[in-house]
């Protein structure tokens, strides 16, 4: 059985998609509720059973790493003012059960880039890549089991997998589309036969897009280190997928369990904050008068 400990988390592109809020805040620390994006993702890889995260940050996310940091001013300020409740929470934040380190992505130059920064700090292990910004809300406003399900999967069959939801027509062209192998008689979906970055809805081979989850097999580094930039002089993840396919290795497509938002979206960033707020008894009772008067 192979064990699978490392997580990277690629939190160093532009987010040019929420702009003005991230010229200077980064889009993963935007807030669902009290709490910024990336604080519910890591929980997610924590809850998962991973040991060790690397971020690939930039010099203008230095508040990520703060964020995760221990706030001594702060702590002792809540302490002097015996806000209990809070300073637990504060604490907690900083105490968490993960080892988290970081490292630089001198210019965003696409999400592949990004994980090619981490490689050695992989050294010769698998490895997942979670994205930052895709936020899954499961029942009890936590993301549930698809990620951990994933990690099992992998430490027994040790290939690697990719989580994949169903997406509108209207934005196929935003995503990473995946097609299902026939008769694949694996576990969940099957196996992966092909995937294409952002295809037209016409050239798209189902409505399965990668929803932000993947684990890879350590040689996964080999054919990402041999993708060519894009058009948008981007080196694309999903184009390294396709390579690595293609040369007979597998992947398996794991089914989304629960919702998800695309946090990179200003729409999408409002209806996870209503998603959230409406499993608070209290908040939702605001939201349903709210909207009865509109
Ligand atoms: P996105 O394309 O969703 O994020 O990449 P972005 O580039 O920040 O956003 P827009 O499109 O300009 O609005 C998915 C994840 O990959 C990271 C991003 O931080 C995001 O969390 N990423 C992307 C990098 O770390 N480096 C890159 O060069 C590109």
């Known amino acids: 059985m192979t064990k699978l400990n490392k997580a990277i988390i690629p939190v160093a592109g532009l987010g040019t998609r ?3 809020a991230t010229k200077a805040i980064p889009k993963e620390m935007l807030p669902v509720l009290n709490k910024p994006i990336i604080q519910y993702i890591v929980e997610e890889v924590i809850y998962a059973g991973f040991k060790e995260i690397i971020l690939v940050s930039h010099s203008s996310k230095y508040s990520i790493e703060n964020h995760f940091d221990k706030s001594f001013e702060l702590e002792a300020t809540l302490e002097k003012r015996v806000k209990r409740g809070m300073l ?3 604490r907690a934040i900083s105490r968490l059960n993960i080892s988290m380190q970081s490292i630089r992505q001198g210019e965003a130059k696409g999400l592949g ?6 490689k050695k700090l992989i050294g010769k292990e698998p490895f997942a890549v979670i994205l930052p910004d895709m936020l899954i809300s499961k029942n009890k406003g936590n993301a549930g089991d698809s990620l951990k399900e994933m990690k099992k999967n992998f430490e027994i069959n040790e290939t690697s997998s990719l989580l994949l939801g169903k997406v509108k027509k209207t934005d196929i062209s935003k995503y990473g589309i995946a097609k ?3 008769n694949s008689k694996s576990p969940e979906l099957g196996f992966i036969e092909k ?6 809805i016409k050239k798209a081979p189902s409505d399965l897009y990668a929803v932000g989850r993947y684990i890879f097999t350590n ?3 080999k054919y990402l280190s041999k993708v060519k ?11 390294a997928i396709d390579f690595f396919i293609k040369d007979n290795k ?3 497509a794991f089914p989304l369990d629960g919702k998800i938002f695309d946090c990179g979206e200003n729409i999408q960033l409002i209806l996870a904050n209503l998603e959230f707020a409406m499993k608070d008894p209290l908040m939702r009772s605001h939201i349903k008068n709210y909207l009865k008067k509109k």
């Open 18 to 20: 929420m702009l003005p």
């Open 88 to 90: 637990k929470e504060i």
């Open 113 to 118: 880039h990004a994980i090619l920064c981490a």
């Open 180 to 182: 299902i192998r026939e």
């Open 195 to 200: 995937i294409i970055e952002k295809p037209s």
């Open 219 to 221: 040689d996964f580094f």
């Open 229 to 239: 930039p894009d058009k948008s002089n981007e080196i694309q993840l999903t184009d």
């Open 250 to 252: 597998k992947v398996y």
